[in-house]
Nanobody, 125 residues
Framework: QLQFVESGGGLVQPGGSLRLSCAAS????????VGWFRRVPGKGREGVSC???????RSANSVKGRFTISRDNAKNTVYLQMNSLEPEDTALYYC???????????????????WGRGTQVTVSA
């Protein structure tokens, strides 16, 4: 069965950190770009970070300097390290596989054609 399994979400205080994982099952991530997106109820989807097949990255301005995306192809997993979390970061976070090797059109999601179900991140005191 082909699936992405996201994990690592939870409740954290402002200023805290979380590390999200996106593990692929039934297929390999090698060569394709992978993105992290988030959605808040009542708002649209937002692209957070993207990592290309060769390892280049792009991130939304709202998370630059705080979030870091990385990949471990040997483990077939992509990570999102989130530091200095703010209440505005509260959202459902999910990963997606692009049908290309680069993040050229990120944060647009049109090139991402396989999506996980997400992990909830809540930042609150």
């Amino acid at each position: 069965q082909l699936q992405f399994v996201e994990s690592g979400g939870g409740l954290v205080q402002p200023g805290g950190s979380l590390r999200l994982s996106c593990a692929a099952s039934g297929f390999t991530l090698d060569g394709n770009a992978v993105g992290w997106f988030r959605r808040v109820p009542g708002k649209g989807r937002e692209g957070v970070s993207c990592i290309s097949g060769p390892g280049g990255t792009r991130s939304a301005n709202s998370v630059k300097g705080r979030f870091t995306i990385s990949r471990d192809n040997a483990k077939n997993t992509v990570y999102l390290q989130m530091n200095s979390l703010e209440p505005e970061d509260t959202a459902l976070y999910y990963c997606a596989l692009a049908n290309r090797i680069d993040c050229r059109y990120f944060p647009a999601g049109g090139d991402f054609n396989f999506w996980g179900r997400g992990t909830q991140v809540t930042v609150s005191a």
